[in-house]
């Protein structure tokens, strides 16, 4: 079975307040659960906001780094999971229910190499 990335996309911005967030994220949880019953689990993250990541970019053979995301948008990475798939059909399947749950955010399905 080939994996899958499922990148979740987010708004920049606080989140939204807990009682908003909370019941997302305990379907979410559920939605993990069914992957993980199914065999398609493979594992998930949450990151931090963009202004916690350091940007490593070479120069002339020495690291120089760079405070905050590698881009500047109005959207960035939230977190992601990596799923098992037969074929891409099934990963969009994974992908499809996961923006139904987190709607309106972007989810991204992308091989892994």
Do not use: C
């Amino acid at each position: 079975m080939r994996q899958y990335l499922l990148s979740v996309y987010q708004p920049d911005g606080d989140p939204p307040p807990p009682e908003v967030l909370g019941p997302i994220m305990a379907e979410l949880g559920n939605l993990n659960e069914e992957m993980q019953a199914a065999g398609a689990w493979v594992f998930a993250a949450g990151l931090h906001p963009p202004s916690t990541a350091t940007v490593v970019r070479d120069k002339d053979g020495d690291a120089v780094l760079t405070d905050g995301p590698f881009t500047e948008g109005k959207e960035h990475l939230g977190g992601f999971t990596i799923i098992r798939a037969s074929d891409l059909d099934e990963a969009l399947s994974w992908g499809g229910r996961m923006a139904a749950v987190l709607a309106p955010l972007a989810i991204e399905v992308r091989p892994i190499a």
